[in-house]
């Protein structure tokens, strides 16, 4: 049996993989260079283009560029008109944002918990945190694959609930052939580094109903409308005249990061082949593999995947899943965790959450791992990844070391 790095054994690789990473090429480059040459760095005309281009991936009517996949939750929060004494069910297996939206307009965010094998939100646990507060739902993409629509959507109905899915690991998605974005009343999408398109920072929100795009649209920039079919007093005294018709904020996209945006979306189909084709390799590899638990997928989802997560089954290895954690670290196959459930965070303890809410969500997060999955990985880093979980496994299996033939390989 291989002796593990972190025993003073060699490691897989000689330098680190992290579990993400951008991919920006001197297209990019140049595309944003233009754009700082040129008279507008932000409100141009890159801005206009990134929207039309997201309208055209996702299939939605209107989408709306913000400064980040934060900022387009708030937004959409906003403009489902959430406030004091509304409640907004979410996950608790999520980046923090997708619940501290809510709190940012003075809601309350209620955790449903998650499906035991898709790990994403459990429709029939959304349905029993419904109460007479509830106003919306935020429902995560988690690792981008789609969320179950076809219920969420029946209950929002029924309910009078806003649909608002959080698509920041999703973009590429679709769900029963439709692109996410196309489904929710509101989807909003991050292009921080690690997702799958990035433009440095960002973020944008799409919807097919005007209403909701009018607010999106003030939400963003100020409140504020130099618009005459939105104004108000349209018979103004001069060119200087604008006017704030709510209350907004300053969360719009630069036109240079529009530009990334714009020349990465160029290759958003190549890089969702390229993450399918790695996501096939892992589930291969690791399906049968004992001690590992691979994540399930709904059919109705063909998903451009953003995290790759091999959940741990403890009961069969001897070590605890911060050991098995250190041991990747130290064969240079960098994993991370995502996520802590968000109402274990100190903050949201303060705020009268217990542990123990969403028992299956906190179940699972004990034993999940996410290991390295973007595009530029190479084939032989791909190998890498899957030597050095079969490495680990081997050592701690209970049933002792694996069979097989890459023990043996050093
Ligand atoms: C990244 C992320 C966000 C926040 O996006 P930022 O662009 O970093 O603000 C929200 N929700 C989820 C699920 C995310 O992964």
Redesign the pocket.
């Given at each position: 049996m291989e002796k593990l790095a972190i025993n003073g054994g060699f490691p897989v690789r000689s330098g680190k993989l992290e579990y993400g990473r951008q991919w920006v090429i001197e297209e990019d480059i140049a595309e944003v260079a233009q754009v700082l040459r040129g008279d507008f760095i932000t409100c141009g005309a890159k801005v206009d283009e990134a929207e039309r281009t997201i309208e055209s991936v996702t299939g939605a009517k209107h989408a709306v560029v913000v400064s980040?996949?934060?900022?387009?939750?708030h937004c959409a929060m906003i403009a489902a008109g959430v406030g004091p004494g509304d409640e907004v069910i979410t996950t608790p297996l999520?980046?923090?944002?997708?619940a501290n939206c809510a709190l940012y307009c003075g809601a309350r965010p209620v955790f449903a918990d998650v499906d035991r094998d898709t790990y994403n939100i459990d429709p029939e646990d959304i349905e029993r945190k419904i109460t007479v507060h509830t106003k919306a739902v935020v429902a995560?993409?988690?690792t981008g694959q789609a969320v179950k629509h076809k219920e969420i959507r029946e209950i929002c109905d029924r309910h009078h609930l806003i649909f608002v899915e959080?698509a920041?690991?999703a973009i590429g998605t679709t769900y029963n052939g439709r692109p996410i974005g196309s489904l929710a009343d509101m989807t909003?999408f991050?292009?921080?580094p690690?997702?799958t398109v990035t433009s440095g920072?960002?973020?944008a929100i799409t919807t097919d109903d005007d209403e909701l795009y009018r607010k999106l649209v003030l939400a963003h920039t100020h409140g504020i409308t130099k618009d005459p079919q939105l104004m108000e007093e349209p018979e103004h005294e001069g060119p200087w005249y604008y006017e704030q018709l709510s209350l907004g904020y300053n969360y719009r996209m630069t036109d240079f990061q529009a530009a990334l945006l714009c020349s990465q979306l160029k290759r958003l189909s190549s890089f969702k082949e390229r993450r399918q084709e790695i996501v096939r390799k892992y589930d291969r590899a690791f399906s049968d593999l004992d001690g590992i638990i691979v994540q399930k997928e709904i059919p109705e989802s063909d998903t451009c995947r953003?995290l790759y997560i091999i959940r741990l089954d403890l009961s069969g290895l001897t070590c605890t899943r911060r050991q098995f954690f250190d041991a990747m670290a130290a064969e240079n196959i960098q994993p991370q965790i995502?996520?802590v459930p968000v109402y274990w965070f100190p903050y949201y303890q303060h705020l009268g959450y217990e542990k123990g809410l969403c028992p299956v969500a906190e179940e699972i997060y004990a034993g999940i791992m996410s290991i390295p999955l973007y595009p530029k990985m190479t084939d032989q880093d791909v190998d890498d990844v899957i030597h050095a979980v079969r490495k680990v496994v081997s050592n701690y299996r209970k049933g002792g070391p694996l069979p097989g033939t890459d023990d043996e390989r050093r």
């Open positions: 980040n996949g934060t900022a387009a939750l999520t980046f923090a944002a997708s995560v993409d988690f959080d920041a690991h909003t991050s292009f921080h690690v997702k920072e960002g973020g953003h995502h996520y």
